[in-house]
């Protein structure tokens, strides 16, 4: 039957998992949350050093028709510091998450 897509059956949750097919079990991955803060100041740094270049070499860059690479530099640089902003609260707030839970896997649950 060619031309005629194959009917596939649908996934539940009663399907047995691939451990209990004999293969290899399955473990659940967490997600990363590494501090954030660190990445917006490396991209600031970034920025700035190649402001720092297109000032060094800005004659032959305008004479080459690049002249706009010193600006487009200063702006990634200052648009840096709303995500470097940004990324201080979702570490603090990251920084809150793991203290509260912490917290709560430290206090015994039966105690009121």
Do not use: K, N, Y
């Not at 209990?20 to 997600?31: F, I, M």
């Not at 510091?81 to 203290?99: K, S, T, V």
Request: charged residues 20%; aromatic residues 4%.
């Amino acid at each position: 039957m060619a031309g005629r897509p194959r009917s596939l059956s649908p996934v539940t949750d009663d399907a047995p998992s691939s451990a209990d097919r004999g293969g290899p079990s399955l473990r659940q991955l967490t997600p990363l949350d590494p501090p954030m803060v660190p990445f917006a100041l490396i991209g600031m740094a970034v920025w700035l050093v190649l402001a720092l270049v297109c000032l060094i070499f800005r004659s032959t860059l305008e004479a080459h028709g690049h002249g706009d690479w010193l600006g487009i530099c200063i702006a990634g640089f200052l648009l840096g510091i709303p995500g470097l902003l940004l990324m201080m609260g979702h570490d603090a707030r990251r920084r809150r998450r793991r203290a509260g839970s912490s917290r709560t896997a430290e206090e015994p649950s039966g105690t009121a």
